[in-house]
C-alpha cells in the first residue's frame, strides 16, 4: 500500500537526517522543479540563515544578490538528471565566501528527476584541505621514497659485503702464486658484463700483464692480445714508473684523451680497446705495506655509465684484497725457494761433513797404526822420552777419533739414516752402567756420582745401544761442566703413567734461561765464562736429543744459574707381556 505524499517527505526527513545532520558539510534535498526543501543539515541551516546561500524562488535573489544563489545548477541537474560535481559559486562580492557545491538527481522508477541532493562545502576551506592533503601525500612520498632508497642501499651492501666474502674466500683458497694470479685475473665487479685487466710488479723490476679473460667468448682473442701487447720479456724503469701515477682509484672514460692513452699503455692497446668495446675504465692500485705491486684496471661495457662511487669504494677493498693475497703467495714462493736452498746446502753440508769425517779417519788410523809399531820397537830401541811422546801421540790421535766419530753420528742421524732396534731397556741398568764407565772420569775431577736410585727396573721401550748413547752424553757434558773438587752428580729413574724418566743432575754452575734450548743445536757450547773451556764440537747434546725423538722420546733440561741443572731422558715406557 502506498504512502501518501506527505508522509513520504516525512520518511526522507528523518532517514536524511539521521544520516547527515552533524554532517562537516552543508547538505540539503529538495523536492520537484520548484526546489522546496525537503531537508537541511544544521551547517546548511546556518549558512541560509546568515544568507551565505540562497536557495528557492521566492524573489529575494537577483543579479545584485551578494548571497550564492543555488537555483541555476540545481535546475540544470534537475533537467539534465546529470550530477554535477564540484561547481565554483560565487557571488556578485568577490570579497564574499565562494563556494564548492556538488549536485546530484534522486530518480523515480522512471528513471526521472524527483529529487535533488545537494553538498556545498567552502572552497577556501577545500583548498586549504587540499593544500593540506597534498603536504600530507609529498611527506608520504618522500619518506616512501628515503624507504626505498635505504632499501636500495640496503640490498646493495648486502651485495657488496657477499661479493667481497666470495672474492676473500676464492683468494685464501691457496697460497700458490699460480692459483693466486689466476684467480686475480678472473675478478669482475658485480655490475652486469664488466671485466678487468691486471698487471703486476714481478720482484725484478718488470711488469707483466696477467692473461685477459674476457666475459664474452666472441672477443677473448681480442683481449688475449692485450696481454701480449705489453712488454714484460725484461724489466723496463719506465715501465714500473708509468705505474706509479695510479697511486688512488681513477675513472678514465673515452674523452679522457691522455689518461686514456695512460691507462691503455700505448696506442696498440688503445685501439684494441676500442674494437673490444668499453664505457669506461677504473684504475686501481695494488698497495700492500706501502708498497706498490702493480694495477688493476676494471673495464665496464660499452654504453654504460661511469662507475658509481660505491664502485669504485668495492673496487679498492678487492685490490686492498688481492694485493694481499699476491704478496703472501710472492712471500711463501720465496720462502719456499729459500727453504729448499737451505735444505740442499744443509744437504751439502752432511755430505761434505760425512765425507771429510770418512777421509780424515784413515790416515788417524794410520798415525795410530805407526805409533804402535814405533812403541812396540819394530823400528828400532825406544827412549823413555819417545815413549812419552809417543804417548802424546796415540791420545791426540784418540781424540781426534772421537770428534770424528761425533761428526759421523750426527750426520748419520740428521740424514735419517741412523737404525733403531726397540726392546725392553731397563733405565736402572742403563744409568748403572754408565755411572761405572765415567765414575773414574768424575773421581779424576773431585766430583761424588750418586745414584743411581730408581724404586722399579722402568723398563723403556728403545734401542739399548742408542739409550746408552744419551746417557753417556748427558753424563759426560756434567762431568765436564761441574765444578770440580766437591760438586756431586745425582742419578735417578722413576715411571710417570706411561712414559719413563731418567734425571742426571749436577751441581756446576747452571745455564742462563736464554741459552736452555740453544745448547741442544748443534755446535753450540757454553762460553767460557760461565764454564772451563772444554774439548768437542758441541754436537753431543744435539745428537742426544735428536736420537731421544726418533724413539718417541725427549731430551729436556732445567737448570738455575749458581745451583746447576736437571737433564731429563724421557721414553715410552715397555708394553707389558
Known amino acids: 500500500m502506498e504512502q501518501p505524499d506527505g508522509q513520504n517527505d516525512v520518511t526522507i526527513r528523518a532517514s536524511v537526517g539521521k544520516h547527515l545532520a552533524f554532517a562537516p558539510v552543508a547538505f540539503a534535498v529538495t ?44 535546475d540544470q541537474v534537475f533537467n539534465s538528471g546529470m550530477t554535477v560535481r564540484d561547481a565554483l559559486l560565487e557571488p556578485a562580492d568577490h570579497r564574499a565566501t565562494s563556494w564548492s557545491c556538488t549536485v546530484w538527481p534522486v530518480t523515480d522508477a522512471h528513471d526521472i528527476p524527483e529529487k535533488l541532493v545537494i553538498e556545498v562545502r567552502d572552497v577556501a576551506l577545500l583548498e586549504g584541505a587540499m593544500v593540506r592533503q597534498r603536504a600530507i ?52 665487479l658485480p655490475r652486469l ?17 696477467l692473461a685477459v679473460v674476457h666475459p664474452d667468448p666472441a672477443k677473448q682473442v681480442l683481449a688475449r692480445r692485450l696481454e701480449a701487447l705489453w712488454p714484460s720479456v725484461s724489466p723496463d724503469e719506465s715501465d714500473s714508473a708509468s705505474m706509479l701515477r695510479w697511486q688512488q682509484p681513477t675513472i678514465v672514460t673515452r674523452e679522457s684523451d691522455v689518461e686514456l692513452m695512460a691507462a691503455a699503455h700505448g696506442p696498440e692497446n688503445l685501439r684494441l680497446l676500442h674494437d673490444i668495446g668499453f664505457g669506461s675504465l677504473l684504475v686501481v692500485p695494488l698497495i700492500v705495506r706501502a708498497r706498490l705491486q702493480g694495477a688493476i684496471t676494471f673495464v665496464s661495457p660499452e654504453g654504460d655509465l661511469p662507475f658509481t662511487s660505491d664502485e669504485i669504494a668495492l673496487a679498492a677493498d678487492v685490490a686492498a684484497r688481492c694485493a694481499m ?56 830401541p825406544v827412549t823413555d822420552a819417545q815413549q812419552s811422546a809417543l804417548a802424546r801421540i796415540k791420545a791426540n790421535q784418540q781424540h781426534l777419533i772421537a770428534l770424528i766419530t761425533e761428526i759421523l753420528n750426527f750426520v748419520r742421524v740428521e740424514s735419517g739414516r741412523m737404525e733403531y732396534i726397540k726392546t725392553q731397556v731397563s ?151
Open 31 to 74: 523536492q520537484g522543479p520548484s526546489h522546496a526543501l525537503l531537508y537541511a543539515n544544521t551547517i546548511f541551516r546556518r549558512l541560509q540563515s546568515t544568507g551565505k546561500i540562497v536557495i528557492g524562488r521566492d524573489g529575494s535573489t537577483g543579479a545584485e544578490s551578494l548571497s550564492a544563489d543555488l537555483m541555476p545548477l540545481l
Open 137 to 188: 601525500a609529498e611527506r608520504l612520498l618522500l619518506g616512501a621514497l628515503r624507504e626505498q632508497d635505504a632499501a636500495r642501499s640496503a640490498v646493495d651492501a648486502t651485495e657488496r659485503a657477499q661479493y667481497l666474502a666470495r672474492a676473500s674466500h676464492d683468494l685464501s683458497m691457496s697460497l700458490d702464486e699460480h692459483a693466486t694470479r689466476d684467480t686475480v685475473r678472473r675478478l669482475a
Open 193 to 209: 658484463g664488466t671485466w678487468c685487466i691486471v698487471d703486476v710488479i714481478e720482484s725484478n723490476g718488470a711488469v707483466h700483464r
Open 325 to 380: 693475497a699476491l704478496d703472501n703467495a710472492r712471500l711463501y714462493r720465496e720462502a719456499d725457494a729459500l727453504r729448499l736452498a737451505a735444505e740442499l746446502a744443509n744437504q751439502t753440508k752432511s755430505q761434505f761433513l760425512g765425507s771429510m769425517s770418512h777421509e780424515l779417519r784413515t790416515p788417524l788410523n794410520a798415525i795410530g797404526g805407526y805409533a804402535d809399531l814405533i812403541e812396540m820397537g819394530l823400528q828400532g
Open 427 to 577: 733405565m736402572t741398568k742403563a744409568l748403572v752402567d754408565v755411572a761405572e764407565m765415567l765414575g773414574v772420569a768424575a773421581a779424576d775431577r773431585g766430583l761424588t756420582v750418586d745414584g743411581p736410585w730408581c724404586a722399579s727396573p722402568a723398563m723403556a721401550w728403545a734401542d739399548s745401544d742408542r739409550v746408552r748413547q744419551i746417557l753417556v752424553n748427558v753424563m759426560m757434558n756434567a762431568v765436564k761442566y761441574t765444578t770440580r773438587d766437591g760438586g756431586t752428580i745425582s742419578l735417578d729413574c722413576e715411571e710417570v703413567g706411561d712414559t719413563v724418566l731418567a734425571h742426571i743432575a749436577d751441581t756446576g754452575r747452571g745455564i742462563p734461561p736464554e741459552k736452555l734450548e740453544a745448547i741442544f743445536d748443534p755446535f753450540v757450547q757454553l762460553p767460557a765464562s760461565l764454564a772451563d773451556r772444554q774439548d768437542g764440537v758441541g754436537l753431543g747434546l744435539a745428537i742426544s736429543r735428536d736420537l731421544a725423538r726418533a724413539m718417541d722420546g725427549d731430551l729436556t733440561v732445567d737448570s738455575t744459574v749458581g745451583v746447576g741443572s736437571r737433564f731429563t731422558l724421557a721414553l715410552p715406557r715397555a708394553p707389558v707381556d
